[in-house]
């Protein structure tokens, strides 16, 4: 399979599950109305679980535009192939938002609140305050970058990848699903609570575009002045994270 197919495949089926449990949780007359905070996460680790496990193989299953930069900037990913990886990341999130309205919409229809409608396809933080926020997108995000980084060692080869050895660390799948699983949902327990977590710009910036043009009822603005919060806070976090490896450990 093409890497950037993969890589819209495995983040369309991310954001299903994950934005997924979202609605099943927030949204009326569901069978998980209300279940709370721990469904929430768990259903985002297993989303992260299937994502990667299903593209691993054929693209390293990045599935977040924070994760290909790092990626290249560390020299794990040519910066060549950002561009591909990065769009493609991004139709996955606008169809996995637009694919779980559909689902959800007698749901949608019986739901009054807004909000919680907008929460089934993009983050938000609980305070308000942008700097706040901006730097625990940019932790929490770098504690998913750091982690993959010094927890992987393994190589595989990229067509056209550039370099003596012709092969780079393209990314989570190199460590495996269930790990990379367990700690989003480690991170959506320690550090959730304050801005949704969202670490990945495909994830909230692609189902918040399908927000925009869907026709749910009783919807309300998308909340744009927020919305570079969950795309630059990920993406510094993932540059930081590249950063302090290559000072811990040196570029390979």
């Known amino acids: 399979m093409n890497p950037c197919l993969a890589e819209f495949i495995g983040t369309t089926i991310l954001v299903i599950f994950g934005n997924g449990v979202v609605a099943n949780v927030v949204l009326s007359k569901t069978k998980g109305h209300g279940a709370g905070w721990i469904v929430i996460t768990a259903g985002w680790a297993l989303a992260v679980f299937v994502g990667v496990f299903s593209s691993q193989s054929?693209?390293?299953?990045?599935?977040?535009p924070a994760v290909t930069v790092a990626m290249a900037q560390a020299g794990k990913f040519p910066w060549?192939?950002?561009?591909?990886?990065?769009?493609?990341?991004?139709?996955?999130?606008?169809?996995g938002g637009t694919l779980v309205y559909v689902f959800y919409r007698a749901h949608f229809l019986a739901t009054d609140d807004a909000s919680a409608k907008?929460?089934?396809?993009?983050?938000?933080?609980?305070?308000?305050?942008?700097g706040q926020a901006f730097f625990c997108e940019v932790l929490g995000?770098?504690?998913?970058?750091?982690?993959?980084?010094?927890?992987?060692?393994?190589?595989?080869?990229?067509p056209g990848a550039t370099g003596a050895t012709n092969e780079v660390i393209i990314g989570l799948g190199t460590l495996g699903a269930l790990p990379v699983g367990l700690l989003v949902f480690a991170i959506g327990l320690s550090l959730g609570g304050t801005t949704g977590y969202a670490i990945n710009p495909a994830r909230d910036l692609g189902p918040r575009i399908a927000h925009a043009f869907l026709p749910i009822p009783g919807k309300r603005d998308g909340d744009w002045g927020y919305a570079w919060v969950p795309v630059l806070g990920p993406l510094a976090g993932g540059l930081l994270a590249a950063l302090v490896h290559s000072m811990l450990i040196g570029h390979r």
């Open 118 to 130: 907008l929460a089934c396809f993009c983050t938000a933080p609980n305070i308000r305050g942008y």
């Open 80 to 95: 060549s192939g950002v561009l591909g990886y990065v769009g493609a990341q991004m139709a996955g999130g606008v169809l």
């Open 141 to 158: 995000t770098f504690l998913l970058v750091l982690p993959v980084f010094l927890m992987t060692d393994a190589k595989i080869k990229l």
């Open 58 to 64: 054929f693209s390293g299953a990045h599935l977040n």
